[in-house]
Every structure is written in C-alpha cells, then in structure tokens.
C-alpha cells in the first residue's frame, strides 16, 4: 500500500469534513468541484490509462462483476425487507447503495494507492461499463419506481450515457489516443490526473453528513454489512470463475467493496427517500470502508 497516497486521502477528507463544519468555503463549493472532477480530472486519469489497456475477453469479466453483484443485490435487499419490515422508501435506498459504489471518486484513487498505478485501468472499466451503466438504468428505474417520478424511457437514460464525459474519455482512449503521447500532453494529463485523489477526497469531505438515524439503525447496519463484506466477499468467488487473475482481479474486488456512491446517497435525498438513511450509508459507509478497503485490496490477490 502506498502509504503516503492513503494518509492524503485521509488528510484530504478530514479537512474537507473541516471546512463543512467550520463553513469556511461557499455552499456551492462541493458540486463546484465534484464537476472539476467529473469534467477534468476524471477524463484526464481515463485518457492517461486507458491506451495501455490491452483489449481482451477478461474485460468483459471485470464488467460483468458489477452486473452480476447487482442482481445479487436486488435478491439480498429483498430478503431483508421482508425480514425487517423495512419501508418503501427503505427499501429504495438499500437498493442504490448498496448496488452503487463509489467506484470512481474514491475507487480510483484507492485502487492506484493500494494496488497500483497498473491496476488503474481495471478500475476503469468496471465503474464506466459497471457502475456508471447502472446508476443511468437500475438508478433511474429505483427512482421513477420508489420517488414518484415518470418511468425513464430508454431515450431518457441513453441521453444521460452520452453526456457523462469520462465515458466519450474512455472511447478516445480506447480508438485514437497513443499509449505513448507527445510529452507535453502526457505531462498535462499527469498533472491533471494527479489532482483528482484531492479534489475528489475533498468534495466528499465537503458533502459527507454523519447523523445517525436511531429508528433506521437496523436498516443501516445490514445496508453496510451488504456493501461492505457481502457484495466483495462475492465477488472474490466470481472473479476465479470469470478467469480474472493478478491485478485485474484485485482491482475488480476493491471496487466492488467501494462504500456507498455520494451521487446515490444525494439521488435518494433529493427523491424524499429515507433521507437520513441515505445520508448514514455514504457517511459511516465511507469511515468503515477506511478499514475494509485495505483488508479487502489485501484479501483479492486473484
């Protein structure tokens, strides 16, 4: 592990966590940088690993990970709604976070500080062909389905594939970019790409909310137990079947024990759906994960 990569995150969301409290920064300053990271820094990391991805039948293994945990998901949440009586609106927000991770503002840099720099690009692909797919279909669907909203038609979540940059990032990458670019674009995508560990470990310090909701502890435990332990603990029985090994296995593990997504944590909020129990899963999910994730980076050797 690369201990100096790993005390920034921690140093970087206590301080972000910091200047919440303190209100030293805007209201805004959160989404205002979350799309710094969404339109810059992400797309930079994707076009400066992406062309050194060898295209290969794995791959679709490290993509069908996130696919197949997700229908695990569906069943495990169910089976506990039942058990614990949960709420409608319970029970739709254990379905986005626990099949949504935070596979990319945290899963990419913690996959480059406790795997690799090499292992980058798996993380890549199992969040854009993954978690990114999704949240814009399974997502949409939780939302129309438990929030009120009108059912997204296929049109609908299309639209919102082709609007999310890093994903246009990793198709150039894939096609036209060389995996050996003149220096002084190799240089300014290093340099963007080294900005997003603490952007994004800003931005989620900036937004994180910790209130623990009494009434929902039973909900919130078993969600975390989920995303936490369950849903990795699969996918290190799936990724052998898949034919994943190495760094590829590792990477695809430690995503998918990524915590819960901010964006579905905000999602559920902004719907009136259990608010406070979304806001606990990002939260806490976030500190746990602080101690799971190097266990679990540890555990996938593959």
Not at 7 to 22: E, K, P
Not at 40 to 69: D, I, S
Not at 75 to 86: E, Q
Not at 273 to 279: D, F, S, W
Request: glycine share 6%; aromatic share 8%; net charge positive.
């Amino acid at each position: 592990m690369a201990f100096d990569a790993f005390a920034l995150v921690l140093a970087m969301l206590a301080l972000g966590y910091l200047f919440q409290r303190l209100r030293v920064l805007p209201e805004s300053a959160a989404q205002t940088l979350n799309l710094v990271v969404l339109y810059v820094c992400l797309p930079a990391a994707v076009l400066r690993y992406a062309p050194r991805l060898h295209l290969e039948p794995a791959l679709l293994g490290v993509a069908a990970v996130p696919w197949l945990l997700l229908a695990a998901t569906v069943a495990a949440v169910g089976a506990l709604s039942r058990w614990l009586k949960l709420r409608r609106d319970e029970h739709a927000v254990l379905l986005l976070t626990v099949a949504l991770g935070n596979t990319s503002f945290l899963g990419y840099p913690l996959t480059r500080a406790l795997i690799g720099e090499h292992a980058l690009p798996y993380a890549v692909v199992y969040d854009q062909f993954g978690a990114f797919l999704i949240l814009s279909t399974f997502g949409l669907w939780v939302l129309a389905r438990y929030g009120g909203d009108s059912a997204p038609n296929a049109r609908d979540m299309l639209r919102r594939v082709l609007r999310f940059p890093p994903l246009w990032a990793l198709l150039l990458g894939f096609t036209v970019m060389p995996a050996q670019p003149p220096s002084w674009i190799a240089g300014g995508l290093q340099r963007l790409s080294d900005a997003l560990l603490p952007l994004a470990m800003l931005t989620i310090g900036l937004s994180v909310k910790l209130a623990l909701p009494r009434e929902e502890l039973k909900p919130l435990v078993a969600g975390l137990a989920l995303k936490l332990a369950l849903m990795p603990a699969l996918a290190c029985v799936l990724v052998p079947w898949l034919g994943l090994h190495g760094e590829m296995a590792r990477a695809t593990v430690l995503e998918s024990a990524m915590p819960p997504m901010v964006t579905a944590g905000a999602l559920a909020i902004a719907h009136q759906l259990a608010p406070r129990l979304a806001a606990a899963m990002v939260g806490y999910g976030l500190l746990l994960s602080l101690i799971t994730l190097p266990l679990w980076a540890r555990v996938a050797v593959g």
